[in-house]
């Protein structure tokens, strides 16, 4: 009865219809609450509703029941991960990440890459967090229109939520709208903090790290960048240590060597020159 239900709510999923997914996968669970599968089936569901709460709880019950060391449990700890940004918490992302990122190199696992995404999206995350803090110290009006551009988003949000209560919108159209709000208040506060940085004259100005530039497995800046033979780049370091324990190549999982590598000349250059302008980037 409860694989019944769990098929049911596969074919809702498949079908875009991820309230109705979420309630047989409930079901299922309630008929059997030791199978992890359900539970995972019923994260990604919420993933797609924007229900990060509810993510971080079936993701936890999952590895729970999986073994936290168990490389089945990877695709769990990238699901309470996505949660954890989703819940503005970058630094329990990074740390839940880096560690099933780990796991994954040693066991070859197809999570490597989503994992590998998630730990520089927390790692963007946490270098926001402090750039707002920074800005925020070297000016007193913009911070106080920083906090009502945030205020006001979270009357926003909250009536949105009221409506949902009253079921006068679901909860496909309440992640939509809320996304819409947040993605508004967010052009917003970059319209204001450059307008400062122009009457500043550059003094109060974002600093930013181009992606171009992270290494994709220690996620740090670059310093002696290698291209591998499908076209991506890594630091020499991090990749020689990646490829000497995987054997892989962490992107398209191809069998790789350490003389496989190539100098890709023009990036480092390019990362010479950000970092002689931009000393700070060092301890990003």
């Not at 939520?161 to 679901?170: D, F, M, V």
């Not at 600093?207 to 020499?236: A, C, K, N, Q």
Request: hydrophobic share 40%; glycine share 6%.
């Amino acid at each position: 009865m409860d694989q019944e239900l769990k098929a049911k709510g596969n074919e809702l999923f498949k079908a875009g219809d991820y309230t109705g997914a979420e309630e047989f996968f409930s079901q299922a669970i309630l008929k059997n609450p030791t199978d992890p599968t359900f539970f995972t089936n019923r994260a990604i569901t919420r993933i797609k509703l924007e229900k990060w709460a509810e993510v971080e709880h079936d993701a936890r019950a999952a590895i729970d029941i999986y073994g936290l060391k168990s490389p089945a449990a990877l695709k769990s700890s990238f699901y309470l991960a996505q949660a954890l940004l989703g819940l503005k918490r970058p630094q329990e992302a990074y740390d839940v990440a880096s560690d099933a990122y780990q796991l994954s190199l040693a066991a070859k696992n197809v999570q490597t890459e989503n994992l590998s995404r998630t730990l520089l999206r927390a790692k963007q995350q946490l270098w926001d967090a402090r750039e707002t803090a920074r800005l925020r110290e070297m000016n007193e009006t913009l911070k106080g229109v920083e906090l009502l551009i945030e205020a006001d988003l979270a009357r926003s949000v909250a009536e949105l939520q009221a409506q949902l209560e009253r079921g006068e919108i679901g909860e496909i159209g309440f992640g939509q709208d809320e996304r819409a709000l947040r993605e508004d208040a967010q052009k917003k506060v970059t319209d204001v903090r450059e307008a400062f940085r122009i009457s500043s004259k550059g003094e109060i100005q974002e600093r930013i790290v181009p992606d171009y530039l992270i290494d994709g497995i220690t996620f740090e800046i670059m310093h002696d960048p290698v291209m591998t033979p499908s076209g991506s780049s890594f630091d020499r370091l991090s990749l020689s240590k990646y490829v000497e324990k995987a054997g892989v190549d962490p992107i398209t999982r191809a069998p790789l060597t350490v003389n496989d590598l190539r100098p890709n000349y023009a990036l480092k250059a390019a990362c010479e020159e950000f970092l002689t302008k931009n000393g700070w980037a060092v301890d990003w």
